[in-house]
């Protein structure tokens, strides 16, 4: 895989793992977080989610749902820690 090609790819991935992470979490309890935060927390999720992943030897939508739950958990613990930092 080309470089560039490469770093579109993960940031594309990590946007759409993040904001299907957002979407996982009720709104009530979503702090507003940027698209930037969003991205990274997608990145980590699916690092995290493929971590596991590859642990249990899952497949792709295993895959799939593993890394949407990993970016959801962040982006809740995200949302309740900026929560408490605006009160």
């Known amino acids: 895989m080309?470089?560039?090609t490469g770093i579109v790819s993960v940031?594309?991935?990590g946007c759409a793992i993040g904001l299907l992470g957002r979407l996982a979490v009720p709104a009530r309890r979503q702090a507003p977080i940027g698209c930037l935060m969003t991205v990274l927390i997608g990145l980590?999720?699916?690092a995290l989610g493929l971590v596991v992943a590859t642990s249990v030897d899952a497949g792709w939508l295993l895959t799939?749902?593993?890394q949407v739950?990993?970016?959801a958990v962040l982006v809740f613990l995200v949302s309740a820690a900026g929560g408490r930092q605006q009160r």
């Open 69 to 71: 739950a990993a970016a």
């Open 2 to 4: 080309e470089t560039p």
């Open 11 to 13: 940031l594309l991935t």
């Open 64 to 66: 799939l749902l593993l």
């Open 44 to 46: 980590l999720g699916a």
